[in-house]
Each structure stands twice: as structure tokens, then as C-alpha cells.
């Protein structure tokens, strides 16, 4: 019988130049990679809508660690007690590569909230689509404009 192999992708880990926001994962979907600027509240309402009605049966929405620098997008469920970041050591909700975020959105009537659509890659035959993670700030100061 032959050994069972497991090849991990190594990304980089956080460093001086990454930052890490602590904040509430309050759900995905999945869209057309097409999905343009104006109706992106639309597809925020809908995660929103949908996490309200699935946690009423289930678990509170998920507390994260969102990891951003030149390299890399990592998000990561929290694990409470802050250990030293390592792939061993990690629940990761996705990677990304920072190209691959193709749309922001932070609506001013509620600055606690933020999403991204992050688009499909070719590697997973998802090109034409993407996803859409609404993110929830404990601290709204966090993702709030500073206009």
C-alpha cells in the first residue's frame, strides 16, 4: 500500500506589512460574475435576509479574522485565544489573491457592515461566477468612511 501524500499550498503568512480585522462573517452567495455596482445592496439585503432566517434555527454568524496584504486575502474562523497564524493551526473560510476582489461596497446608513465580491477562478472552472462575503464590524469605526 502506498503512503498517503497531502500537498499543502503554503501562502504567505501575515507580517508587518498585512492587517487583520476582527469581524462577524455574516454570510455568502453566489452571483454572476457580471453582477455590477447597483445591485450589489440588492445581494447584501439577500445574505443579510438569509443569515436573519438561518439563525433562527442555527448558531450565531461566524466570528473571523480577515487577513489582508499584498499577497493575500485570508479569511479564517476565530479560534478565541489569538494564536500565531500558521496553516496547521487554521479553520480557513477562503483565500484569495487581492486581484481576485472585484468589488467593494460599504453603504453609509449602516457603517458596521461591508461586503466583496471576489471573483471565480479558472482553476475552478467558476470564472463566471463569483461570490459576494458580507462582513459585520463589532466596531464600526473599523470599516466606517473617514469623510
Not at 9 to 35: C, R
Not at 92 to 106: A, N, R
Request: one cysteine or more; aromatic letters at 8%.
Amino acid at each position: 500500500m502506498d503512503p498517503l501524500s497531502l500537498n499543502i499550498k503554503k501562502f504567505p503568512s501575515p507580517d508587518d506589512s498585512s492587517m487583520s480585522f476582527k469581524l462577524e462573517l455574516v454570510g455568502s452567495l453566489s452571483v454572476h460574475s457580471l453582477t455590477t455596482m447597483p445591485m450589489l445592496p440588492w445581494v447584501v439585503a439577500e445574505v443579510r435576509r438569509l443569515s436573519t432566517w438561518r439563525s433562527r434555527d442555527t448558531a450565531p454568524p461566524s466570528q473571523v479574522c480577515l487577513y489582508v496584504s499584498e499577497a493575500v486575502l485570508c479569511c479564517e474562523l476565530s479560534k478565541g485565544s489569538h494564536l500565531p497564524w500558521s496553516l496547521s493551526n487554521c479553520n480557513q473560510v477562503f483565500v484569495h489573491q487581492p486581484q481576485q476582489v472585484h468589488k467593494l461596497i460599504h453603504n453609509s446608513n449602516e457603517p458596521s457592515y461591508f461586503a466583496c465580491l471576489i471573483k471565480g477562478s479558472e482553476a475552478t472552472n467558476h470564472r463566471n461566477r463569483s461570490t459576494c462575503y458580507v462582513f459585520r464590524a463589532t466596531d464600526q469605526t473599523k470599516c466606517a468612511d473617514d469623510s
